[in-house]
Every structure is written in C-alpha cells, then in structure tokens.
C-alpha cells in the first residue's frame, strides 16, 4: 500500500559532523512534503518542507533535497549539534489539505559531544 | 502568543471505558486536525474540523468522534477503549487547512 518510510532507524553521529537523514515515499502524487523533529515528551517540530515542483530548498543549517524519479526525500543537516538529537519524520500531503499527512516511523538522531 | 495547547497531558482509562481530550489551537488558526501516535511509529491522521465540521477522516472506526466549537478549540472522544488506543495524541492547528502544521504536546492516553 501507499507508504512513507526511512531506510535508517537510528543515525549516531559526533557534533560537528554533517546528517543525512533518508525517506521513501510511494505516491508519485504526493506534492508536498515536510520534515519534522519530534524530542522526547514533545509534539512534533516542522523544520523544512519542499513542494513537488522543486528538487532542493535551503533553510538554516538545513537542506532537504527530493528526487521525484527515485521517490527519495532526503533531510541534511550541517555542523550537527547535540541539541538536534531527536527523532526526524518525514511526512507527505496527496493534495487533500495540508493538515492530512502521512507520516513515515522516523529516524532517531544521536549526537555525541 | 500561546501555542497549541492539549489536556489533559497525562491519563489512564480501563478498557471499555470513554475518553475525552480537548485542544485549544494557536492564536488565529482555525483547522484542527488530531492525530494518534503509538510508540515508536509516526503520528496517523485521525480527523480534521474546520467550521464545525469534520471535513476529512483517516483510517479509523467510528469510536473516534470529535468536535469544534465556535472559538475553533476541539475534542476527541474515544469510545469502548481497546488496550491497543494506548498512544500519544496530538492535536495539530493551521490556517483555513493551508500551510504549516504547528502541534501541540499532546495527551499521552495509557489504556489499562
């Protein structure tokens, strides 16, 4: 069935390092998609989104880049810090109304000092 | 400017029991949507109310009700509690359904 979902359960990395965090989408018709981060005890965060016509958007020490022909949604983020330790969503709206996404089980970020 | 904001945070039921959790949206927004997240999965749309009205549903049964009320805040109310409704229930607010999702903390539902 239709499906969001993340190669890498958890990605352990050292402050400093740079994140790449994975996603896999199955509905070609999906054209909006967003990050969030969600700490322990929290609701979840938005970070970044990005709509289907584009393929990279920048924010502040983030970069989501998509690629429509691989189904691939990916989350960078630069000079990793322990405060970004969570667990990243990533989600994708079909066109329905922006409040109704589907989100994939997420991937758990560890930062080491 | 106050978020979104959920109570109760915490509460245990017995199964067959009902349950109520109310949302209050951020400041201007008029959507609410709620969502379910068990533990170690992400959060599954449940429901979405704008104007009063339920306007989209997800994959749930029918013991999963809501509510908006005039001033845009929202209930969800879970009837004949199973062990498997355990979960993490977020409310989720935006702007006539358009952009950005802001989340509440949520209500953490603990069914025993």
């Known amino acids: 069935g239709e499906s969001v979902g993340l190669h890498l359960p958890t990605l352990s990395v050292q402050e400093g390092d740079n994140s790449i965090i994975n996603c896999a989408y199955s509905n070609s018709a999906s054209d909006y998609f967003i990050w969030y981060k969600q700490e322990s005890g929290k609701g979840p965060q938005f970070i970044i989104d990005?709509?289907?016509?584009?393929d990279k958007r920048q924010g502040q020490r983030v970069t989501v880049l998509l690629n429509k022909t691989v189904k691939h949604l990916s989350l960078q983020i630069a000079a990793t810090q322990p405060g970004d330790s969570a667990v990243y969503f990533c989600?994708?709206?079909?066109?329905?109304?922006?409040?109704?996404?589907?989100f994939g089980k997420g991937t758990m970020l560890l930062v080491s000092p | 400017d106050a978020g979104v904001t959920q109570s109760p945070t915490h509460l245990i039921k017995t199964r067959g029991q009902q349950v109520t959790l109310r949302c209050s949206p951020k400041s201007g927004h008029d959507t609410v949507s709620w969502y379910q997240q068990a533990l170690g999965q992400g959060p599954q749309f449940i429901f979405q109310y704008y104007e009063e009205e339920e306007r989209q549903r997800g994959n749930f049964p029918d013991r999963f009700s809501g509510h908006q009320f005039p001033n845009y805040s929202s209930e969800l109310n879970v009837n004949a509690l199973l062990l498997g409704d355990s979960a993490l229930y977020l409310c989720?607010?935006?702007?006539?359904?358009?952009?950005?999702?802001?989340f509440g903390e949520g209500s953490r539902l603990t069914v025993l």
């Open positions: 990005i709509r289907s016509n584009m």
């Open positions: 989600a994708e709206n079909k066109g329905t109304g922006y409040s109704t996404l589907t």
């Open positions: 989720a607010s935006s702007l006539r359904n358009t952009g950005e999702l802001f």
